[in-house]
């Protein structure tokens, strides 16, 4: 009941500090791994999760006034990164997984993810890795619901 | 003429939440249309947004009195669980807030406390906007420009990597950040006349509109439309 309290109390007493400062910012990246092989059997490298397109048109922008969905749910995974760091939780995890899970093809593979965050540093803009996953097996994530 | 008369007129605390409950129906059935699509949702969440939707039908229609509202605050209740706190950050916090305050108007043993309700959130409103300019002007990152500058250049907000483009853009980002901090923290001032007021929010309105263009945040957009009719009858309620 008390969680239940305090995560309805910000939504009726909120602060609306919208980017107060321009915090490290979130990236998820994710590798598959051969099964009961080691990560240096991963199939291919890190690559990011949902990358965002080279250029969008404005009548592409206009259309997603009414409908982002991936993009809506991409910006909830990144919640769910920030959460992961701030106060680590297994239904961050699962939240990731499944939703990394969903976009990918089916297979025997292990899926692991990372986080990697963005910050700048002087002129320089550096990137950290802040979490790395335990590999699961694709398909046990992909077989249940998000 | 008639365009003045239009923006001087006010709203009686009745057509406010009219208006905010057949908004609220939209931006809501969006919302819960986007879950729906994702695919591969369980079954407990399908049960959320279908009801959603069903409430929001019920809402626009204006079927039931208060019940879909509190239906509606019952299910952003559930979600605020399933998530573990907001799914879209401000929008679902926006949400909440709305759908809390109709709830308590519907709920008001007197007109009085009704109006209460309606003023928190016509209150709230306006803070969403002057708290946001009063941070950033006490940022030495926001004055200078480079907060902006970093929002484009590695914030996860840019749609497209050819918007990070405009980070290069320093003078051009120096006036749109004066110009929002400077619009967040006089939009109070706008309560003191009728058509200030109608001409502040149509500003608002193309900031939002600018944020889900640039940002991807087409919920905000939708959402803090839906508040609108509260400042609107507070301003009219008060001044």
Redesign the interface.
Known sequence: MLRLISLFLPTVIPSWRFFNTVAPSPRIEFRLIEPGQSAAHAVGGWQEDRPRPQHLRLWQMLQRMLWNPQWNEQLYLFSCAERLIEAPSQHSIDEINQRVARLLPQGAQELQFRLVFLSREGVRVVKLVEYESRPVPLAQIQEGPI | MSGILFLEQGLTAAQAMGWMQLFLAFAIA?QSL??L???????R?RVTFVSRLLLCLGLAFGLGGGWPVWGLWGL??AM??R????????S???T??IL?CLSLAHLAPTVFWQEMALSYLAV?LL??YF??GW??VF?P?WRSGS?LR??F????Y??????RGLAERRRFLWIMGWAVILFELVFPLALLNPIALKLALLGAAGFH?SN???F?L??F?WIWLCAYPALIWFQDRIF
């Open positions: 969006q986007e879950h699509a994702l695919g591969g949702v369980a079954l969440d952003g209740l605020l669980w998530y573990q706190g907001p799914y879209n950050g401000g679902d916090k926006m909440m807030l809390s709230q803070l969403s708290v946001s941070v950033k940022n990152e907060a970093d929002v250049r590695f914030s996860a840019p749609v497209s990597e050819a918007l509109l889900a263009c640039f991807g087409n919920r957009f």
